[in-house]
């Protein structure tokens, strides 16, 4: 049996036209997953120093340490890093999606 969203654009051909647009310009964004060279290794370098430090801080996991639920590293101006509740750092976007850091 096919998925609600596929029979969705079965039946709704412009909708599906729509979505293909939209995938198409997604793959190329920064985040993507066509998003390639430089940027790509730029963006994994970020993740993996992300979830050093935060295995380094022992809140890695889906838990992590206990009391430290909902706990995110929050990066800083100076370029540091520190705790800080998820739904804070998550919640603090600027202008145009861009981050205002702490």
């Keep these: 049996m096919a ?4 029979s969705y ?8 036209t729509k979505k293909k647009k ?5 793959r190329k964004r920064e985040k993507g997953s066509l998003a390639s ?3 790509k290794k730029r963006l994994k370098k970020a993740d993996a120093e992300r979830w050093a430090e935060r295995k380094k801080r022992g809140i890695a996991g ?7 639920k909902g706990t995110d590293i929050s990066h800083k101006k100076g370029g540091g890093v520190t ?6 750092n998550r919640s603090r976007n600027g202008k145009n999606g861009k ?3 702490k």
Excluded: I
Excluded at 22 to 26: A, C, V
Excluded at 62 to 68: L, N
Excluded at 83 to 88: N, V, W
């Design 3 to 6: 998925s609600k969203s596929s």
């Design 9 to 16: 654009y079965k039946r709704n051909k412009s909708a599906a």
């Design 22 to 26: 939209y995938d198409r310009e997604y």
């Design 37 to 39: 060279g430089a940027k």
């Design 62 to 68: 889906k838990d992590g340490k206990s009391g430290t």
């Design 83 to 88: 705790t800080e509740s998820r739904s804070a």
């Design 99 to 101: 981050s205002t850091k």
